[in-house]
């Protein structure tokens, strides 16, 4: 009896189970199009990692959640982050650089300020939400002022601790993380679909392609040409497991140009890349249609697929 009783108010004085806030998507973007889920909140409170359903799209000791762009050319282009709910600003830091983190000095300036530029607003309740890695100068609110939800906060950067344009969405009740995505108590005003695993690039270039010319969107525009010295196809894809394997397929008005399924990833991979092709033929590139299709595929079942079809003229 004394242990139902213990438990009941644990229950009751559990953050997931009182008082629950309604979480409207945070960013102007459209789930798994034009953004994506990069890592969930670790609900693993050892040394391990666990996501809310039961997966790794995590990291020990992450807070929040993730949410990414397709591209860097995406956040200078501008993408607005909004208030979840209603309340009013906390607290917030801008004049931060955007930039990637990726050595000691870069580790060093940003000590003590992971978060980057970020707006934490207090909700009814004792509910918070914080969001980091805004852009540098696009901080839309001041200290104390009042939001409804849906209000523009500022944009997607890459500011702080970071490896990719994205925004860090943390929820708190009476200063205690909570995972809006659990299960016994999911805190979206819409329902979202898990779905870690899946590709966020794909297009065609004239030659070799680097993950920064991804990132920057340099091939968005391009298109087959009769004089292109090469055509290619590329994909990204994010949160592979260890086994998953990319199938690519490119043809074109002559026929097929590539068919290959690339060996299965050794680890874990949060973002891969593949791309291939051929150099042009004698008499360049024919007149017509080329198609790229990409699959993900696990033990043989396929994840997740993306088409592309361009005209060359």
């Known amino acids: 009896m004394v242990n139902r009783v213990i438990l009941a108010l644990c229950l009751m004085a559990s953050p997931a189970f009182s008082d629950p806030i309604v979480l409207a998507w945070p960013i102007e973007c459209i789930l798994n199009e034009t953004c994506f889920i990069q890592q969930y909140m670790d609900v693993d409170d050892t040394d391990g990692v666990r996501d809310f359903m039961g997966g790794?799209?995590?990291y020990d000791g992450h807070k929040g959640t993730d949410i990414r762009l397709k591209s860097r050319k995406a956040m200078q282009d501008g993408v607005n982050v909004l208030a979840a709910s209603a309340g009013q600003v906390k607290g917030l830091r801008d004049g931060m650089v955007d930039r990637l983190v990726r050595t000691d000095a870069d580790r060093v300036a940003i000590k003590g300020k992971d978060c980057g530029n970020g707006v934490l607003i207090a909700?009814?309740?004792?509910?918070?939400?914080?969001?980091c890695h805004m852009k540098q100068g696009s901080i839309?609110?001041?200290?104390?002022?009042?939001?409804?939800a849906g209000a523009v906060l500022g944009q997607v950067g890459l500011s702080g601790r970071t490896q990719f344009p994205h925004v860090h969405i943390a929820v708190r009740k009476d200063g205690q993380k909570?995972?809006?995505?659990?299960?016994?108590?999911p805190l979206w005003q819409d329902g979202m679909v898990y779905?870690?695993?899946?590709i966020i690039n794909l297009g065609l270039a004239d030659g070799a392609v680097k993950m920064n010319d991804i990132a920057m969107d340099k091939f968005q525009g391009f298109t087959p040409g009769k004089n292109a010295p090469a055509l290619v196809a590329y994909v990204r894809a994010?949160?592979?497991?260890?086994g998953d394997q990319i199938r690519l397929i490119f043809t074109g008005p002559a026929g097929q140009i590539v068919a290959k399924v690339y060996d299965p990833v050794d680890r874990a991979k949060a973002q891969q890349m593949y791309?291939?092709?051929?150099?042009?033929?004698?008499?360049?590139?024919?007149?017509?249609v080329y198609r790229v299709e990409v699959q993900v595929l696990r033990g043989g079942v396929v994840l997740d697929s993306e088409r592309l079809e361009k005209t060359a003229k």
Request: glycine fraction near 16%; charged fraction near 15%; proline fraction near 8%.
């Open 178 to 185: 909570v995972d809006p995505f659990a299960l016994d108590n």
């Open 275 to 288: 791309f291939g092709g051929k150099k042009r033929p004698s008499g360049g590139w024919p007149v017509g």
């Open 238 to 242: 994010i949160n592979l497991v260890k």
């Open 123 to 131: 909700h009814l309740g004792g509910w918070e939400t914080q969001y």
């Open 195 to 198: 779905q870690p695993t899946q």
């Open 140 to 148: 839309a609110v001041v200290k104390g002022q009042m939001v409804q």
């Open 56 to 58: 790794a799209v995590t």
